[in-house]
């Protein structure tokens, strides 16, 4: 008896051990929205590394004609945005059948749309090397051979980001990152090649790359895809207005690096482009909390919670950042300069805080948009869309300095953001007065019926 009972005792202590273990893991262990972000960081480090790598390779003038490749990769990432934002809002409400039948067709647009913009860049691939005095037309024909490869990268990310599949969402990430820093430094290193060819080739290869993994199963011409009418309406509805607001995200982010470039000498150029990009971290860092935002307010939303907290929570993040970003380029410029570049653009260094509070402030601001459009909620789109022309307006025609291309980039943002806080809280008062309107009717009617 007592064998069995220090048997029963033994049994039990391990599994009282197995329980606290499997409790312990579970509490320790990464959910796939966490996973993403440590992706989405190591991915923004791989991007960083990449450019500060260029920039010094290269140098300030020949790092200006990378820059112009590296900004139309911005460009091209907005325009396939809205594909990507599209899938990942509305798969929510599709069943697996339907979302096949639904995403094929959107495959389809996408690779139109892709070999369209591909084409047109190669036809005036001339055309692009005037504007933007760079060395060589052959570099945008490269990069418009890759374009149709973008967009279907694009509709593959907002498969899994709608299915909240942030693992295979990571790896397309990852892999797009990744094989374009080997590919790009390995012909430089390989080859002793420094022409911005090499860096075209480079970011088309990575686009290849970047369909990996890939959902086939949905690309499938006989599923087909049957809509109701307020469905293809809101379908389309949002993907204009997505469209709309991703073109307002080229123009504010974008237009600064391509103008400057139009308007000053190579060497200034290149200057500015280590500017923007050491300046724009806190940016791409706010990505990661866009795509954990938008189908989480679709979900709280669809299930007729408050959505409100996720803003705020994504908001403290992002301001947080930002601040710490711009404290570090105040205090710290010349040291941040020579450490990413080195000292041939350490002349950058006065201005490499206020860049960076001129991206942290829309970078705040883009949650906000990012939030009502969400909701299926368009003025504050309007707002970025209206700003954002008005920046690269003041820019053609107050452009004598670098400094005072950042300074009309300052004065842009904080007006943006205080025309997006103010709509918030109108919007916020004006929905508490429906509610507390309706409760009093409600009561009304309840009285009476008594």
Same mark, same amino acid.
């Given at each position: 008896m007592?064998?069995?009972?220090?048997?029963?005792?033994?049994?039990?202590?391990?599994?009282?051990?197995?329980?606290? !273990? /499997?409790?312990? #893991?579970?509490?320790? =262990? *990464?959910?796939?929205?966490?996973?993403? $972000?440590?992706?989405? @960081? &190591?991915?923004?480090?791989?991007?960083?590394?990449?450019?500060?790598? !260029? /920039?010094?390779? #290269?140098?300030?003038? =020949? *790092?200006?004609?990378?820059?112009?490749? $590296?900004?139309?990769? @911005? &460009?091209?990432?907005?325009?396939?945005m809205?594909?990507?934002?599209?899938?990942?809002?509305?798969?929510?409400?599709?069943?697996?059948?339907?979302?096949m039948g639904?995403?094929?067709?959107?495959?389809?647009?996408?690779?139109?749309?892709?070999?369209?913009?591909?084409?047109?860049?190669?036809?005036?691939?001339?055309q692009?090397?005037?504007?933007?005095?760079?060395?060589?037309?052959?570099?945008?024909?490269?990069f418009?051979?890759g374009?149709?490869?973008?967009?279907?990268?694009?509709?593959?990310?907002?498969?899994?980001?709608?299915?909240?599949?942030?693992?295979?969402?990571?790896?397309?990430?990852q892999?797009?990152?990744?094989?374009?820093?080997?590919?790009t430094?390995?012909?430089?290193?390989?080859?002793?090649?420094?022409?911005?060819?090499?860096?075209?080739?480079?970011?088309?290869?990575?686009?290849?790359?970047?369909?990996?993994?890939?959902?086939?199963?949905?690309?499938?011409?006989?599923?087909?895809?049957?809509?109701?009418?307020?469905?293809?309406?809101?379908?389309?509805n949002?993907?204009?207005?997505t469209?709309?607001?991703?073109?307002?995200?080229?123009?504010?982010?974008?237009?600064?690096?391509?103008?400057?470039?139009?308007?000053?000498?190579?060497?200034?150029?290149?200057?500015?482009?280590?500017?923007?990009?050491?300046?724009?971290?806190?940016?791409?860092?706010?990505?990661?909390?866009v795509?954990?935002?938008?189908?989480?307010v679709?979900?709280?939303?669809?299930?007729?919670?408050?959505?409100?907290?996720?803003?705020?929570?994504?908001?403290?993040?992002?301001?947080?950042?930002?601040?710490?970003?711009?404290?570090?380029?105040?205090?710290?410029?010349?040291?941040?300069?020579?450490?990413?570049?080195?000292?041939?653009?350490?002349?950058?260094?006065?201005?490499?805080?206020?860049?960076?509070?001129?991206?942290?402030?829309f970078?705040?601001?883009?949650?906000?948009?990012?939030?009502?459009?969400?909701?299926?909620?368009?003025?504050?789109?309007?707002?970025?869309?209206?700003?954002?022309?008005?920046?690269?307006?003041?820019?053609?025609?107050?452009?004598?300095?670098?400094?005072?291309?950042?300074?009309?980039?300052?004065i842009?943002?904080?007006?943006?953001?205080?025309?997006?806080?103010?709509?918030?809280?109108?919007?916020?008062?004006?929905?508490?007065?429906?509610?507390?309107?309706s409760?009093?009717?409600d009561?009304?009617?309840?009285?009476?019926?008594?």
């Amino acid at each position: 008896m007592l064998t069995i009972a220090k048997r029963l005792l033994f049994e039990n202590n391990k599994t009282l051990k197995r329980m606290y !273990l /499997g409790s312990f #893991l579970k509490r320790n =262990h *990464f959910s796939q929205e966490q996973l993403f $972000i440590l992706s989405v @960081l &190591i991915v923004n480090a791989g991007n960083y590394l990449y450019n500060i790598i !260029l /920039g010094r390779l #290269l140098g300030p003038e =020949h *790092f200006a004609d990378a820059a112009v490749l $590296i900004t139309f990769l @911005l &460009i091209l990432s907005f325009v396939g945005m809205s594909f990507q934002l599209v899938i990942a809002k509305f798969s929510v409400f599709f069943d697996n059948n339907s979302l096949m039948g639904f995403t094929s067709k959107v495959y389809k647009h996408a690779l139109m749309v892709g070999i369209s913009i591909g084409a047109l860049i190669m036809i005036f691939s001339k055309q692009l090397q005037e504007i933007f005095n760079t060395a060589s037309s052959s570099m945008f024909v490269v990069f418009g051979i890759g374009v149709p490869f973008y967009f279907l990268m694009s509709v593959n990310r907002g498969v899994f980001q709608g299915k909240k599949a942030f693992k295979n969402l990571s790896i397309t990430y990852q892999t797009e990152m990744l094989s374009r820093l080997i590919i790009t430094l390995g012909l430089i290193f390989l080859f002793n090649i420094q022409s911005p060819l090499v860096i075209a080739i480079g970011i088309v290869l990575s686009f290849v790359f970047g369909l990996i993994p890939f959902k086939f199963e949905y690309i499938n011409v006989k599923t087909p895809y049957v809509s109701q009418e307020n469905q293809s309406k809101l379908v389309r509805n949002f993907f204009i207005i997505t469209a709309f607001y991703e073109f307002t995200q080229i123009i504010i982010n974008n237009s600064d690096i391509l103008l400057v470039k139009h308007y000053f000498e190579p060497y200034e150029a290149g200057l500015y482009a280590s500017l923007a990009l050491i300046g724009r971290v806190v940016y791409f860092t706010s990505w990661m909390f866009v795509m954990l935002l938008l189908p989480t307010v679709v979900q709280l939303k669809k299930e007729g919670k408050v959505t409100a907290p996720i803003l705020f929570k994504y908001v403290g993040y992002i301001a947080s950042i930002a601040l710490f970003i711009v404290l570090c380029c105040s205090l710290f410029p010349e040291t941040v300069i020579t450490l990413l570049f080195g000292k041939s653009y350490i002349l950058m260094a006065p201005l490499l805080w206020k860049y960076a509070l001129a991206t942290g402030l829309f970078a705040v601001s883009n949650i906000f948009a990012y939030y009502y459009l969400s909701l299926d909620r368009y003025m504050p789109v309007v707002f970025s869309g209206f700003f954002g022309m008005l920046q690269m307006g003041l820019i053609i025609f107050f452009h004598e300095s670098l400094e005072e291309v950042v300074h009309v980039q300052i004065i842009t943002m904080i007006l943006l953001l205080v025309f997006q806080i103010n709509y918030f809280v109108v919007d916020t008062i004006t929905q508490l007065t429906k509610v507390k309107c309706s409760a009093e009717q409600d009561w009304e009617w309840h009285n009476e019926f008594i």
